[in-house]
């Protein structure tokens, strides 16, 4: 398959083929999800509780991201390679295009910053700098202490509506993808269709053009309680790439996901 690129994400947005994402940390699981059919691979903070341990992705540093992108590169023949900016690397403009370009030099192809607003004058620097940006908006894993832990976001509409303009103002400041993360469906939507980048949702609800899951989480391993957006794929005596490739197809389809895992405001 040809190597799937920031282009060809918009050309899916605008044939409103839906594309999925997955976590990925090491070589040999990103083979198998290039395998499968996954578009797109994010090298997820996550790793910080999935494979760390951590009890949050606060303790994640730019080093440990760095690590598991080179990995993840190695085993990648297709698959477009979005990695996170972990805590604290993009407080300031500069320091965010210093820690970017580590990222990139890694391996990336895009990085992905957790933020509204205050995030424009960095999203356009990098911008300007030739690095790709997904802004994450809603749940914001990095703010949970502030947020008061992980729950749905874009509640009320004054909250949605700050969803919006926000969303709208980080394209205007260079930002190619937008992720929500637990928002409710229904706003996910009006996200999806004001915005001219793709977005991607994972506990959003079925329109936004991308979904992306944990790929512990959908493989059924968890550590702790499983979040209501997560549905377990590997059922039915498949094996992992079966389970990729299930999802791929749930997603194709708009089976996955079923409104069981979505939210209502
Ligand atoms: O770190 C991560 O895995 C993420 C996804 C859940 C969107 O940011
Ligand atoms: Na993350």
Not at 27 to 37: D, E, L, R, W
Not at 152 to 173: H, P, T
Not at 229 to 241: A, C, E, P, W
Request: net charge negative; proline share 5%; glycine share 8%.
């Amino acid at each position: 398959a040809r190597p799937v690129t920031l282009s060809r994400l918009q050309e899916m947005k605008s044939e409103q083929e839906k594309f999925t994402c997955l976590t990925a940390y090491d070589a040999t699981f990103t083979h198998v999800m290039n395998a499968a059919g996954v578009e797109t691979i994010l090298v997820g903070d996550s790793l910080g509780m999935v494979i760390q341990g951590q009890d949050s992705t606060l303790p994640v540093s730019i080093d440990d991201m760095c690590y598991h992108v080179a990995a993840v590169k190695k085993g990648n023949s297709n698959a477009f390679i979005l990695a996170d900016m972990p805590f604290m690397s993009y407080s300031k403009p500069e320091l965010a295009l210093d820690n970017a370009a580590k990222l990139m030099q890694a391996g990336a192809q895009m990085v992905k910053l957790e933020g509204g607003a205050w995030l424009c004058d960095t999203v356009q620097l990098l911008s300007e700098r030739g690095i790709p940006v997904c802004a994450h908006l809603g749940l914001t894993p990095q703010a949970v202490h502030k947020l008061g832990g992980y729950k749905l976001q874009g509640k009320d509409q004054a909250a949605a509506d700050l969803i919006m303009q926000e969303s709208l103002a980080l394209v205007a400041a260079g930002a190619d993808i937008l992720l929500y993360e637990c928002i409710p469906t229904t706003l996910a939507k009006s996200l999806t269709e004001a915005v001219p980048v793709p977005t991607i949702g994972i506990g959003a609800g079925p329109h936004t053009d991308g979904q992306v899951l944990v790929m512990h989480d959908m493989l059924g391993a968890n550590l702790g309680r499983r979040p209501r957006f997560v549905k377990n794929f590997l059922t039915d005596g498949r094996s992992i790439q079966e389970a990729f490739e299930a999802y791929v197809s749930e997603v194709k389809s708009q089976t996955f996901p079923a409104p069981e895992h979505g939210f209502n405001s």
